[in-house]
């Protein structure tokens, strides 16, 4: 019976008064070990359902009424499955229970929202598990160690709060509509033992922003996510102890956080009046959450069994994102795509070999790195293991003749369109393309997505009958090549030609790139990007074969090359040794020249611009059109290293000088030292915004460098040190202009 009778109150949230419903009721005590084992005892004996017993205790541990749980789990009279609740789906039966559950029991899962992501930490591969070939209702995500799997979930927090923050939703009503989460298995590469819990798969949004409110208003999305991390692993210093099981030891750490909070909450509505902690941890405790306990594959379904959850839980949360509540273009179009080519497997009418299409699946997705390439295609020269090879075999299995048209009308389907082009397939496959390497041209991501909208390396060619010639050399592709090899011919015309789009070698180019400079991203005409592709690839043009062979030989997933980098990241230092991949530079051809290197008349290789890959595509058509600019582009210029404050920030603090405590200085004394900690510190700042302008390739797509409230807060604080500083140079301008006027006279 609870101690305190449930009432509203009104609290202060940053500038807004909230009224907070429903708040002074008791927190749920831990459950006692006996009605965890019912869980496991009734999940266990449920027909319906297939989980491990270590996943039933993660269920069990995780709600508040895990004797409620074990009620649905038992049979009924009309079904032997009890009362869960039924979703068909694509090629199954999902089931799932309904409950409460702790907010610091649940992970945030993979979203296909992410899927299409640049991210600074990669996901964990994603395996199925079966149990006598029976798919179970839970996945493994395999991290490389504990703290891939901290920075993983730290990312994914940082992140979804950085684009949308529900915290004063929260806080007034709590989350009112159910999370969908199953249980995980969290295995590690290191060999760390292995441990279950609960991720979540829709709702990651209210999820992260419980956690914000917990944190308390004003705290940044680092700053929650700190606290997301810490109160599920417990604070990083501290080793698991040894012989302690993993999960016990990170299930305690859990609980006794949770204790910590109920202590708090427990003085914070014993006064007369609660306050807002007492509101923030009341509203944020559990958690509504419907979690999938079961799955039935439907026959004559072709999945595999260790697929066919993880393919239901997908189509669940497509139904909602891509039907409803949409997603952004690109995210919609990992899932189209990829549902599509679930699809076709499960139709099971492809001439392409089942499991050859799983493995593409594999690669598609990114359950499988580029470095099994050499074992999921083995030979007499099997694939090298790298993204590049990656982007060339997926490229070529979604375009076989025998797959491209069921691929497309699967995915006319799915989106409700009547046609599509292979522009609009070209659209589907851009962000399955470059998911190894999005991190490192993230400045570029945009304009190559757009290329690929414009047809990307989908030429006549490209669509039709050939296969990939793997090889460590490209430039070995461009004899056969010329020879008429069809298959060295579309190899060099896709590993090239996703080389120049991610690169931003080509581009979708538009009216106003016409006869523009070199160095701007100049075109000699216009023309869609898989025409330019196939001009390169023609059997008769060797300048175009051999750019494509040498920008493929060139290309690194790490980094950008200088030819691709804008002339406002010029102005910038360069990078400091050990932060990611250095620059690499493309050069452009002469097929007379030196190992095919064109220079300038110094000797100076020239760099490979739009402009040449274009003209090379159609030299007689760019002719007519206009004449290539005399001479070579400019070369790159180096950015001029600022001094000032010392490599080491932040900067200003460490320079500021120590005032004593009472200073009897004169005061033009004491304003010499406020100068110095003031130049200091805007020299400190402008090195800290080049830091950050240098780091924001490599963060996360769906993370800003810089969270859209800091800016506003910084932007305030600058306007207004900016107008003391313009007041202070006007009140002292007119004496110094009297005293040169003085001199003068």
């Known amino acids: 019976m609870s101690q305190h009778t449930p009432r509203s109150l009104t609290v202060t949230w940053g500038s807004e008064q909230i009224l907070v419903s429903n708040t002074g009721q008791d927190l749920p005590i831990p459950p006692a070990d006996d009605v965890e084992r019912k869980v496991v005892e009734a999940g266990r004996a449920n027909p319906s359902t297939l989980l491990t017993e270590d996943a039933w205790s993660a269920v069990g541990r995780a709600a508040i009424d895990a004797e409620g749980v074990a009620v649905q789990l038992r049979p009924t009279r009309q079904d032997p499955g009890g009362l869960l609740m039924v979703e068909n789906v694509e090629g199954a039966t999902l089931r799932s229970l309904v409950t409460r559950v702790y907010l610091s029991e649940l992970l945030p899962g993979i979203q296909p929202r992410t899927g299409m992501e640049a991210s600074e930490v990669p996901d964990p591969q994603v395996q199925g598990i079966t149990e006598d070939g029976r798919p179970c209702a839970t996945v493994r995500y395999h991290y490389k160690n504990l703290s891939h799997l901290r920075e993983h979930v730290w990312q994914t927090i940082n992140g979804t709060l950085s684009l949308n923050d529900y915290a004063s939703s929260v806080l007034t009503r709590t989350i009112t509509r159910n999370l969908i989460a199953h249980p995980v298995e969290i295995s590690f590469e290191d060999g760390t033992e292995s441990f279950h819990a609960l991720a979540v798969r829709d709702g990651i949004t209210r999820l992260a922003s419980a956690w914000a409110v917990l944190a308390g208003h004003g705290a940044e999305s680092t700053e929650v996510a700190d606290l997301v991390v810490d109160a599920l692993f417990g604070k990083a210093e501290t080793p698991v102890p040894p012989g302690v099981p993993t999960g016990r030891h990170l299930a305690s750490v859990r609980e006794k956080w949770r204790g910590t909070l109920r202590e708090e909450y427990a003085e914070a509505v014993a006064v007369l009046e609660p306050g807002l902690r007492a509101a923030q941890i009341g509203q944020t405790f559990v958690a509504p959450t419907q979690i999938a306990v079961g799955i039935e594959g439907h026959p004559g379904h072709l999945l595999a069994p260790q697929d066919i959850f993880d393919d239901a839980i997908r189509s669940v949360l497509a139904s909602v994102h891509v039907e409803f509540k949409a997603w952004d273009d690109a995210a919609q179009n990992v899932e189209v795509i990829t549902r599509a080519l679930k699809r076709v497997i499960q139709l099971g009418d492809s001439l392409i070999p089942h499991d050859d299409l799983q493995a593409v699946y594999g690669l598609a997705v990114g359950r499988t790195p580029s ?142 790139a016409l006869n523009a400079a070199k160095e701007k991203g100049g075109v000699p005409f216009r023309a869609d990007v898989s025409l330019i592709v196939e001009g390169l690839s023609r059997q008769d043009n060797e300048l175009g074969l051999w750019i494509l062979a040498l920008v493929a030989n060139g290309f690194r997933g790490d980094a950008l090359p200088e030819n691709a980098v804008t002339m406002r990241t010029l102005t910038r230092k360069e990078k400091p040794e050990g932060e990611g991949g250095s620059p690499y530079i493309h050069f452009n051809v002469d097929l007379d020249g030196e190992h095919r290197i064109a220079r300038d008349a110094d000797g100076v290789p020239e760099l490979l611009y739009q402009w040449d890959v274009v003209y090379a595509a159609d030299p007689e058509r760019a002719r007519k059109n206009t004449a290539p600019p005399a001479g070579p582009a400019p070369a790159l210029p180096l950015p001029e290293p600022r001094t000032g404050q010392p490599e ?48 924001e390739p490599e963060v996360a797509g769906h993370t800003p460098i810089v969270s859209r409230s800091v800016l506003d807060e910084l932007h305030v604080q600058l306007i207004g040190l900016q107008t003391d500083i313009e007041n202070l140079r006007r009140r002292i301008t007119p004496a110094e202009d009297a005293e040169t006027e003085e001199e003068t006279v």
Request: hydrophobic share 45%; glycine share 8%.
């Open 371 to 512: 470095a099994d390439l050499p074992r999921l295609f083995p030979g007499p020269t099997p694939p090298p293991g790298t993204a590049l090879w990656r982007a060339v075999y997926v490229v070529h299995a979604l375009t076989r003749p025998e797959l491209l048209e069921r691929l497309k009308d699967q995915a006319k389907a799915i989106k409700g369109g009547k046609r599509m082009g292979l522009k609009g397939f070209g659209e589907l496959l851009g962000p399955i393309v470059d998911l190894p390497w999005r991190s490192h041209k993230k400045l570029v991501t945009k304009q190559a997505r757009n290329a690929w909208n414009n047809g990307g390396v989908l030429t006549s060619d490209v669509i039709g009958e050939w296969d990939p010639v793997p090889t460590g050399d490209f430039t070995t592709l461009v004899a056969p090549a010329l020879a008429g090899d069809t298959n060295a011919r579309c190899t060099l015309a896709v590993a090239g030609g996703v080389a120049l789009i991610a690169d931003k070698l080509l581009t979708r180019n538009v009216g106003s």
């Open 648 to 695: 080491d920030l932040p900067g200003a603090a460490a320079a500021a000088p120590a005032f004593p405590a009472v200073d009897t200085r004169p005061a033009s004394r004491r304003a010499a030292d406020h100068r110095a900690v003031l130049r200091d510190s805007v020299t400190a700042a402008r090195d800290a915004m080049d830091r950050l302008h240098q780091l």
